[in-house]
């Protein structure tokens, strides 16, 4: 048994070897048509100039790759475990590495802190961490974009859905993903910088997008600002999308649908491609399937009115929920999106989840030492899991999994969460013939070299006005959803009520009043290595605000 998962494990961590792999080897010949199949020469991957931390990873991986039952032979365990020591020093390592959870599993190695002739860094808290400026931090990310070959426009669309995190509080979607979600992935080979947009059907209120592998984080946008489009002359505008790729915070949609200011419709405009969506003084966000130059236009040429729309959006993501009364990883963490504007300052958006927890909420239970609760994670054995360390190994083995929101089993309402994240998957999979499931877990597992993750995403917009008078909607909504912030406080709570939005809209007033964003040390070393390693990037960013 412990040896058929040590094979697993060896497929799971060979998805990071740091060799770069050929474009062709993950894209079917009729999607590469036209298009790039190998990182061009003036854009080599951050894979090329391997660091010492990046040897030592590889030279651990053979040692597991010559023989599986390594972990057995007393001679090689310690090999093993002098290189793991020899990596853990190494500048660069990171603790939270699978391969250190492997080694504490499977070779019983524990190990302290890296011990470094260099000092650690100063700072070790919020406080004394630097505090960037959210435009600088934006402008960082899209030209690390550029440097990939995305398109200046895609750019920054792509950055902006990023940073949009960073200001909502959301750090686990923001500068956080950059590096090991987008770049990561493209020197991979198998998330394409510039993929085109083709629509493959449509009609007045909805259409069918393939985003060719692309980078979901301009695909969403070219998606949700359709199904608003449609919206706006027919009432209902609804959209689904097939080969997509992680597309960001689910709530940067819904809150496109609530934002948008108004409506511009004219014949100049039309001609370039749909009616335009917003006069040229709204932001690029608000419109960004649109460069502003479709909208220089004499001002007597529009027909502007209020917009504002109800959004929603979802997409499916690698396997990792467990349906109620089942241990198997079937659906991803699939969230279900909803934004509704408000006389609030804020709009509402629900914006989480159809799982309990995320990895990367246990990974964090990890770094603070602490066990998982109950009901969050079950293995397949049925056993509701605490031990955060040994979660971590096994879902990396596929042998654990999360439970849906409502918890493990029926006894606090599991198969409701259940049946939410199943309505994702199948409106990301039904009408686009989508994978699910094991194809899209990133795996080849024949041969544990990383694979394309083709997600499916849906997007709706309903027109407010077609329904009632928008000041209406509006004045309604804000006075329930303020009558629920009034409503009696729990004595032993934190004496305030939220609603769905309101946290988010607290992150981007304070990170605004303090000047920007925090970023800690592990994104600064990312930081540091794509600065390092894309090209132009080190003429450009000489010395980094934390250097």
Known sequence: MLLLSFRSALLVLSITATTPIPTTAFFPEEISVGLPRTPSADAPSIMSGATRS???????LRIIGEDPGVHLDDAKRKAFESKLREYRNAEGSDLSDVIFAIGRAVFGVELDAPSSSSPPPAATDDEDLP????????????????SYGVTPERAEICSDVL???????????GLGRLKPIYCDRMDKGILRPDAPIAIVTECEATALVDGNLGIGLYIGPYCMQMAIDKAKKHGVGFVACRNSTHYGIAGYYATMATEQGWYVSSRDCSAKGRSASCLETYSARMCPRFSTSHLVCSPFAFDAYPCLSIGLTGTNARPSIAPTFGTEPMMGTN??????????????????????NQ????????????????GMVIDDMGVERTDTEGILVDMELGKCALTPLGGAGDKMGGYKGYGWAATVELLCTAIQSGPWGE??????????????????????????EKLCPLETFKKNAGGFLQALRDSRKD????????????????????RTRQGGMVVPISLQKNMVALRDA????????????FE
């Open 54 to 60: 990046d040897v030592l990873r590889d030279d651990l």
């Open 131 to 146: 505090v960037v400026d959210f435009d600088y931090m934006k402008g960082f990310m899209k030209e690390v974009f550029l």
């Open 163 to 173: 940073i949009e995190a960073d200001k909502r509080g959301i750090d686990s979607h």
């Open 335 to 356: 969230p279900l999106t909803f934004g509704i504007p408000s006389s609030d300052p804020f709009p509402f958006v629900i914006d989480c989840a159809t799982s309990v």
């Open 359 to 374: 990895r990367g909420k246990i990974e964090k239970y990890a770094r603070d030492g602490v066990e998982t609760p109950r």
């Open 439 to 464: 194809d899209i877990c990133g795996v080849d597992r024949a041969t544990g070299k990383p694979k394309a993750m083709p997600l499916g995403h849906f997007f709706l917009a309903v027109d407010i």
């Open 491 to 510: 004595p032993t709570g934190p004496g305030r009520i939220w609603t769905a939005g309101e946290l988010e809209n607290d992150s981007r007033t304070e």
């Open 534 to 545: 894309r090209p132009g990037l080190k003429e450009k960013y000489e010395k980094l605000p």
